[in-house]
């Protein structure tokens, strides 16, 4: 791994959706730099709301750890990723006939479900007006595979589900 893969944090905006990401390429780096050079990284990386919530810690020269948590309190609250998670899902367009973009529908509820597993908030996908909001944006002959997706993610069993 290069040194500027390391040295380069993504920029994070204050989104609840790129929290995760940002704080895990944080966490895995930051041991490989200094604390003045962890710091910039941040000055760097931070924009918007999220340099917003820490300027101060940024000027005071605070502890680094102070900073994440001071991030993590305001972004990285776990029901506020889930709910912005289910406002994505809310929002995917319907697929067009193609392939492609009926691949590209799956795999956006694949890593929708993904992100509520690691959240440990899968239990709002129980949500019924998000099934019938992605039932209603598939085909009839995708509904049975998006009904094992979600049940499978739910760990119930599907064996006798008939599409109408």
């Not at 006939?97 to 795999?107: E, H």
């Not at 009839?140 to 006798?160: I, K, Y």
Request: net charge positive; proline share 1%; with cysteine.
């Amino acid at each position: 791994m290069s040194s500027k893969y390391l040295w380069e944090l993504p920029t994070f905006n204050g989104s609840h959706n790129h929290w995760l990401a940002f704080k895990s390429v944080y966490i895995d780096t930051a041991s490989s730099f200094s604390k003045d050079k962890n710091t910039a990284r941040l000055k760097k990386a931070l924009k918007g709301k999220a340099k917003e919530a820490v300027t101060y810690f940024l000027i005071a020269n605070a502890e680094l750890s102070e900073i994440i948590r001071a991030l993590e309190t305001r972004f990285g609250r776990l029901d506020s990723i889930a709910l912005a998670e289910l406002h994505r899902l809310r929002n995917i367009l319907r697929p067009t006939d193609s392939s492609r973009n009926i691949c590209l529908f799956a795999n956006s509820i694949k890593n929708s479900v993904a992100k509520l597993q690691v959240l440990d908030r899968i239990h709002y996908l129980y949500n019924t007006k998000i099934v019938k909001n992605l039932l209603g944006k598939t085909y009839s002959h995708a509904t049975l595979s998006l009904v094992r997706l979600l049940f499978r993610a739910n760990n119930l069993r599907t064996r006798s589900i008939e599409v109408r």
